[in-house]
């Protein structure tokens, strides 16, 4: 599958910004999509995910201010960012994870990221 981020851009603080990742086959079959994000100088950390049975996690520093969704019919998957601060600026990467019967991991897929800042 190829995923491809937009969406981002410059923000001021407490702002607000849509990501899209757009999928090139049905996501409704996808284990587990989701959100990362990477900082200069820092690992790459979790923002959000969803299931294909619906489940959603958030990153302790996202909870209450982002918002993982998808739109299966158009093999969309978005990240609704309110609230953003400084600390939000980072290259965002689309995750797509497909996973056997089981749920055991059998290959993961990334976008090429969209950059998000924020700053005055």
């Known amino acids: 599958v190829q995923l491809v981020e937009s969406g981002g851009g410059l923000v001021q603080p407490g702002g607000s910004l849509r990501l899209s990742c757009a999928a090139s086959e049905d996501i409704s079959s996808i284990g587990v999509m989701g959100w990362y994000r990477q900082a200069p100088g820092k690992e790459r950390e979790l923002c959000a995910t969803v299931t294909s049975g619906g489940s959603l996690k958030y990153g302790d520093s996202v909870k209450g201010r982002f918002t993982i969704s998808q739109d299966n019919a158009k093999n969309m998957l978005y990240l609704q960012m309110n609230s953003l601060k400084p600390d939000d600026t980072a290259v965002y990467y689309c995750?797509?994870?497909?996973?056997?019967?089981?749920?055991?991991?059998?290959?993961?897929?990334w976008g090429q990221g969209t950059q998000v800042t924020v700053s005055s």
């Open positions: 995750h797509a994870e497909y996973q056997d019967d089981y749920g055991v991991p059998l290959v993961v897929y």
